[in-house]
């Protein structure tokens, strides 16, 4: 089946440690996104990529850092100059012609110790 | 500045009866429109979306909602409610020249009542 899977589900991390979360899709989607969601708003953009090799600051990218060595894969990682990091991660993709809409994979709930 | 507004935090309706979540949408031109479904620690689910013609959209799971450029809403609708609706749903603009600027709104719980 093809989707969208993001590990782990869970992660614990002490202050000022780097964190990376894992973001794979199978849809053949050429872009990639990554938001962080915080109870009571709505979602916010960390970073997204439209091709291989490159990618974008979202409106709130301060303290985060991606790649994109490979269509599958948007790896975000979450660093220890992220003041507030404590959140729910969501990673999406979408064809180049996005207007079908975002799929979304089932997120990653970040605990900053 | 472009923003959504979903006013509705929080609303809880009987199993059966019908919903309407409100959205209202703050742009120049006639944005890209979305609705999405939030299931509790899940990622968010397509629901339907607009772009253009017919002004009422239909969905997935009987969802449906309707585009009014006069008082810049996208409500989405069901007319009969099942308990496995409970969830949080999130009406999403974008602009039509970058997926990028699609901007979420802060969402709306929906309860059902038994």
């Known amino acids: 089946d093809g989707g969208i899977t993001q590990s782990p589900k869970y992660l614990f991390r002490k202050e000022g440690q780097n964190v990376t979360l894992s973001c794979e899709q199978n849809?053949?989607?050429?872009?990639m996104y990554w938001y962080r969601q915080d109870p009571g708003q709505g979602l916010r953009l960390i970073y997204y990529?439209?091709?291989?090799?490159?990618?974008q600051k979202g409106d709130i990218a301060e303290g985060y850092s991606v790649s994109r060595e490979k269509k599958e894969s948007f790896p975000l990682t979450v660093t220890s100059a992220q003041k507030n990091p404590t959140a729910f991660y969501l990673c999406?993709?979408?064809?180049?012609?996005?207007?079908?809409?975002?799929?979304f994979g089932p997120g990653t709930r970040l605990t900053v110790l | 500045a472009q923003s959504v507004t979903q006013p509705d935090i929080h609303i809880t309706v009987s199993e059966g009866a019908s919903l309407e979540l409100r959205c209202n949408y703050s742009?120049?031109?006639?944005?890209?429109l979305f609705w999405y479904v939030q299931s509790p620690g899940q990622g968010l689910q397509l629901l339907l979306k607009?772009?253009?013609?017919?002004?009422l959209v239909q969905g997935i799971k009987g969802f449906e909602a309707e585009f009014k450029r006069s008082q810049s809403s996208f409500n989405l609708r069901k007319p009969s409610v099942h308990w496995s609706d409970a969830a949080e749903y999130f009406c999403?603009?974008?602009?039509?020249?970058?997926?990028?600027?699609?901007?979420f709104g802060s969402g709306t719980r929906l309860s059902i009542r038994p």
């Open positions: 742009y120049g031109a006639t944005p890209y």
């Open positions: 999406a993709s979408s064809m180049g012609d996005w207007e079908q809409g975002q799929f």
């Open positions: 607009y772009f253009s013609g017919d002004t």
């Open positions: 990529s439209q091709i291989v090799n490159d990618f």
């Open positions: 999403a603009v974008a602009l039509y020249s970058s997926a990028s600027k699609i901007i």
């Open positions: 849809l053949n989607h050429d872009a």
